[in-house]
């Protein structure tokens, strides 16, 4: 049955839609959907605030994955529909089109279905979960590491950071998602014969077992999720199947480090859209850095978190004319982290080992273990919650 959330005109949107239930007030629907935790469907009269639509939508991307959110709106502007595709709300419909709402809930009901599919176990039989709960897993935290310049050692201090964070019983999965150039097979000298391309063929249906078959092994502890051979594969993987790679991968591992292109791509934007973490990484050259600032404007207008956001340095101590307060200047945020440059790192990379595994007291391996201990290794805080899921709590 699904939940309509409207205040004007809720009868007229569940007339349309036959089998439904009108809530009326924030209250009455937290209340509907904490009732029937197999609901799949919500979808937001037009006199509801885009702002609260928004909210709710952000908490079930990750507390409610099944439950799908579409929007109907007598004014649709292209701002607002990107903001709200960004927070989770799969379909934004006018409200004067009646088909197109009754396909929109018909799209939306089947991705739910698919969703849940993926969650399930081998008896073929699915775990409903409680309300607001996620399904079974690890729950692992995904680190993206992302530089709008090339050239900025992103591949190098992704890689050399997953070796870092596999130790112990930690389970980490590295994921090359520069998927037109991708380079992490080369740093470690990886045979491709898996990439995140045979994904494509099950972009409709891939579960943990399909998941698992993706992996290359590179040590006991990491596992290596391979960007495509050939570039213009690239091109077919489209943003849904991302995060639900990703999705599947945070059941598995402890920690998902992500290597990313140099570029806002829909594809990088679904990466990001996943992330607890940001590592962001910049030399000193003032390209370099200008880069990395309009970067942070971009993640502001994006409404990424600036509280899990990491500022690295990397070859900070490079002679290049430039003194740490003119840095400081061009970025105008603190630097979290510094690693220092070293003819050993690109002589590690054309030997297919990182530092952290052929070195593991070298300067740079020693700075990117400081890196993980400070901000990863530590109990990261929840993220806030906001919205209608939140309210009289």
């Known amino acids: 049955m699904t939940i309509i959330y409207e205040t004007r005109d809720g009868a007229h949107l569940a007339a349309l839609l036959g089998d439904a239930v009108v809530a009326n007030t924030p209250e009455a629907l937290v209340e509907r959907v904490n009732m029937d935790a197999s609901e799949i469907l919500v979808l937001f009269g037009p006199s509801i605030p885009l702002a609260d639509a928004l909210g709710f939508a952000e908490q079930c991307r990750t507390r409610r994955p099944a439950l799908g959110v579409v929007l109907v709106r007598d004014e649709i502007d292209g701002e607002s529909a990107s903001e709200a595709l960004r927070a989770g709300v799969r379909e934004i419909v006018a409200s004067g089109d009646h088909a197109g709402v009754l396909a929109a809930c018909a799209r939306s009901r089947d991705l739910s279905r698919k969703t849940i599919q993926s969650t399930m176990r081998p008896t073929g039989r699915a775990r409903v979960p409680a309300a ?14 992302f530089s709008a310049k090339g050239g900025c050692g992103k591949s190098t201090l992704a890689t050399n950071l997953a070796v870092t964070l596999a130790t112990g019983d930690q389970r980490v999965c590295l994921v090359d998602l520069d998927l037109a150039f991708g380079d992490v097979a080369i740093l470690l000298q990886l045979s491709p014969e898996r990439t995140i391309a045979d994904a494509i063929g099950l972009a409709d249906r891939i579960d943990e077992t399909g998941f698992r078959t993706l992996l290359t092994r590179y040590r006991p502890g990491l596992e290596v999720l391979l960007a495509p051979v050939k570039p213009a594969a690239s091109e077919e993987i489209g943003s849904d199947l991302i995060a639900e790679l990703l999705h599947l991968a945070r059941a598995e591992f402890d920690y998902i480090v992500v290597d990313t292109a140099s570029a806002l791509s829909g594809q990088m934007l679904a990466a ?37 956001r990491t500022i690295v340095l990397n070859r900070a ?32 990379a054309n030997k297919g080992v990182p530092l952290a595994v052929s070195h593991p007291s070298h300067a740079v391996s020693a700075a990117v273990r400081e890196l993980a201990t400070k901000q990863f290794t530590a109990a990261e805080a929840p993220r806030p919650k906001r919205g209608l899921f939140a309210k009289g709590k």
């Open 317 to 348: 101590d490079s002679k290049v004319g430039l003194s740490m307060p003119d840095i400081q200047r061009a970025l105008r945020v603190p630097i979290n982290a510094y690693i220092p440059s070293s003819r050993d790192v690109p002589l590690s």
């Open 132 to 145: 607001g709960e996620l399904p079974e897993r690890r729950d692992g935290k995904i680190i993206t590491v």
């Open 272 to 308: 990001l859209d996943a992330t607890h973490h940001y590592v962001l990484i910049a030399t000193p050259e003032l390209p370099s850095l200008k880069n990395l600032r309009v970067t942070l404007d971009t993640f502001d207008l994006l409404d990424y978190r600036r509280d899990a």
